[in-house]
């Protein structure tokens, strides 16, 4: 390190730590970043987001929506989960709140059936969710959208009825866009759009509630989900609903996900599709090494089982799922609402056999480091549409406005210290040029 051998070297010093000051006041620096992030995450699309361990967890919970002991008690052993786990994000798969969704983004069963039951710290991580077919009963479905919108969505993340993130972990500590890592892409799906409701109205005759399906709208889910399989360069693929392709509950089979959708996950080499609506825990067997996931009794539980020739598991206990995936494996286990062990799953990516699915213990593959906040890959931090041009735009102008009240910040904090002190570290330190710079600064000293 060169210093230049000045009394008014403090003025840098000053410099240093006011410069902090202002990019703190001004919401710059990491907490800028942080909003930054958060801000993506609710309205876009589509993401890309960094996490720089050697692993990806999250836990997997549906039909969690019912307000009771049943649901206070998973919860419970979830919060214990993610202690152990340290998830990165958590998947609701639908039937949010029973029995008709909620009618507003500030609707009191927010508080009452999710905020003040998922409250632990161990589950403050984003939870990405999708709707159910009780979600729209109240025929406001967008209330859920609104919500992940608005200042009172600390976790809560439903930037539209479909979306996607894509996740690169396994990578450099600052998650360099230079050193490769693994890619992780998960779906997000309106199952009611894109096959379950009838088009025109649908109304649910019990409720007298209604909403609105188009043709379109069908057209354009189904278009989005195929061009995103088709785009992507994932190593990993995942895809979550709520409705089961494939289910030996009481709902069975899906005939529009079965005849359209499965296909697609198995031209596309998806590796696993998460969903809920049976309310019980399954895993099922699909073509080419494709696994399918139900965890529909995060708050209902229902005794109710059909023969079916891809079924590998089936329990009809309370409880979630539980995910940890590196470079070659994922593993997955469904956990009881007591937190007992109900299966093990462990396969590799594209297609391959699984090479253990068990009901029994095992050695679990853990992580190679805690969990942290998801993080912008530097470079490539968004990728694809927003919800709107405005949306980007307004990303823009604030990144552009931040940088411009730094510089001014800095500016004037130089001006008033008259600070002239240079410090240089790292291979300029012993360049030739920039010692002789540093002498012509010090003869205006």
């Known amino acids: 390190m060169m210093v230049l051998p000045r009394s008014k070297c403090r003025s840098a010093i000053s410099l240093l730590v006011l410069s902090r000051c202002c990019s703190q006041s001004l ?15 609710r309205f876009s699309l589509q993401s890309t987001f960094c996490v720089p361990t050697e692993s990806l967890s999250w836990l997997a919970l549906g039909d969690w929506g019912q307000p009771g002991d049943a649901q206070q008690q998973v919860a419970a052993t979830m919060a214990r989960e993610a202690s152990k786990r340290q998830p990165d994000f958590l998947l609701l798969l639908g039937d949010n709140f ?5 009618f507003s983004s500030h609707d009191p069963q927010w508080n009452t059936t999710y905020d003040a039951v998922y409250d632990e710290a161990s589950l403050q991580v984003s939870h990405y969710a999708v709707l159910g077919n009780h979600d729209y009963y109240s025929g406001n479905p967008f209330a859920q959208i609104e919500r992940c919108r608005n200042a009172d969505s600390k976790n809560w993340r439903m930037p ?20 490769p890592g ?7 799906l309106d199952t009611m759009v894109l096959a379950v409701a009838d088009l025109g109205l649908f109304e649910n005759g019990t409720r007298g509630k209604r909403y609105w399906v188009e043709a379109e709208q069908r057209s354009q889910h189904w278009k989005w989900l195929e061009e995103t399989l088709k785009a992507s360069t994932a190593d990993w693929v995942f895809v979550v ?3 089961p392709v494939f289910s030996a509950g009481k709902h069975g089979d899906q005939a529009t996900l079965k005849q359209k959708l499965d296909p697609l996950l198995v031209k596309y080499g998806v590796d696993m599709y998460l969903s809920g609506h049976d309310h019980d825990q399954q895993m099922l067997l699909g073509d080419h090494g494709l696994t399918y996931l139900i965890s529909g009794s995060g708050s209902k539980l229902r005794n109710t089982s059909v023969p079916h020739d891809r079924l590998a598991f089936q329990r009809h206990e309370y409880g979630f799922a539980s995910s940890v995936l590196n470079r070659t494996h994922l593993v997955t286990t469904w956990l009881s609402e007591s ?5 093990r799953h462990v396969q590799t990516p594209r297609g391959r056999p699984p090479l253990l699915s068990e009901d029994t213990s095992g050695a679990e593959l853990t992580r190679g480091e805690p969990s942290v906040d998801e993080k912008w890959q530097a470079g490539n931090g968004y990728v694809g549409a927003s919800t709107g041009g405005e949306i980007a735009t307004g990303m823009d102008e604030m990144h552009t406005k931040g940088l411009l009240a730094w510089a001014l910040c800095t500016a ?5 210290l008259g600070c002239r002190s240079v410090i240089l570290t790292g291979p300029e330190a012993h360049d030739p040029v920039s010692e002789r710079r540093l002498q012509e600064l010090s003869r205006w000293g």
Do not use: M
Request: charged fraction near 20%.
């Open 27 to 41: 919401g710059i620096g990491g907490n800028y970043f942080d909003e930054l992030q958060t801000y993506r995450d």
């Open 412 to 416: 004037i904090v130089l001006a008033l």
């Open 98 to 102: 029973y029995p008709a969704g909620v």
């Open 339 to 343: 937190g007992q062990l109900l299966h």
């Open 160 to 179: 539209d009825r479909w979306y996607s993130r894509e996740f690169v972990f396994d990578t450099s500590a600052h998650c360099s866009d230079h050193t």
């Open 241 to 243: 609903g709520h409705h």
């Open 182 to 188: 693994v890619k992780v892409l998960f779906l997000f």
